[in-house]
């Protein structure tokens, strides 16, 4: 089912209640939304959890330190600070939207996470981590409270980002100077701004005779998501699905998109780059637009 006006698409799955108290880990706030106003080739499985999500994973420093015996590269090398990666993928599971972060080997249970989650509404149905080679992947599948199913809604989309971002912040502070929000809401300030205008591309190619497929990747900013997708409604193109990649101050999102049933020929191609380029790169955007 295609998304229009404000939805991705719909699926379906009944889920079980959270073992969690609500008051067992209190999250904190969120301040990045305050900005916002809405309308594996070698892993090795270090564990899995479900609903009870004891303490198989859980690290004495911390619910969002890790406590690691083995060297690591932050420990030979004070300054290293590993890229951190948030991932939202609404394209590889018709019944939940997989949110799939990292940051080096620096992630430990994320209690604190699932709770900031929690709050928006949602369900954490299951989570795996998984190792490959120095980076730990903490992927969790994600469904609405009140209905069971996937998220659809893209604001809704851009708050749990935002969340496990500001989560990232407030418990791995280093990871600022990596983010675009550590701009505003980190210890330190990433030292390089990217360039808009060099960083910003946008492709659009043929994914069979009924869809085609959009990539995007520019400077990460709050509300990013949204403006998207709100780009793309407004010249009447459906979006069927997405993954939704931050890393850094990068983004990185695709999405599978159609007109009426049908692949975009090379003119309406072109409509849509040439309006994403010119709103993604535009010098200003008014915040009111969050």
């Keep these: 089912m295609a998304f229009t006006n404000s939805s991705l698409f719909a699926s379906h799955l009944t889920l079980h209640r959270s073992k969690l108290s609500d008051s067992e880990f209190a999250p904190p706030p969120c301040e990045a939304l305050k900005l916002l106003h809405f309308p594996p080739s070698s892993a090795i499985h270090a564990c899995t959890f479900s609903r009870n999500l004891n303490v198989a994973c859980a690290s004495t420093n911390g619910v969002n330190a890790v406590g690691s015996s083995s060297p690591r590269k932050s420990d030979q090398d004070a300054d290293y600070i590993p890229m951190p990666v948030v991932m939202i993928d609404q394209d590889s599971d018709s019944d939940a939207t997989i949110v799939q972060l990292s940051f080096g080997d620096r992630l430990g249970a994320l209690i604190d996470t699932i709770n900031a989650l929690k709050d928006l509404g949602l369900d954490v149905a299951k989570g795996t981590v998984t190792t490959e080679g120095p980076v730990k992947q903490t992927k969790f599948h994600i469904t609405r409270l009140d209905t069971g199913r996937k998220v659809e809604d893209p604001d809704m989309l851009e708050r749990i980002r935002l969340t496990i971002i500001n989560n990232l912040l407030k418990y791995h502070p280093e990871s600022s100077q990596l983010l675009a929000m550590g701009e ?96 993604i790169r535009r010098p200003e955007t008014d915040i009111d637009s969050y």
């Design 184 to 279: 505003a809401f980190g210890i330190k300030a990433p030292e390089k701004k990217l360039d808009v205008d060099i960083a910003t591309h946008i492709h659009v190619k043929q994914d069979g005779p009924k869809r085609s497929l959009l990539y995007i990747e520019t400077a990460d900013r709050p509300g990013l998501l949204v403006e998207i997708i709100k780009i793309i409604a407004d010249i009447n193109i459906d979006v069927e699905s997405a993954e939704i990649d931050t890393e850094g101050l990068v983004a990185k999102d695709k999405f599978h998109v159609s007109y009426r049933g049908a692949a975009l020929n090379s003119s309406l191609s072109q409509v849509l780059v040439n309006c994403l380029r010119y709103y």
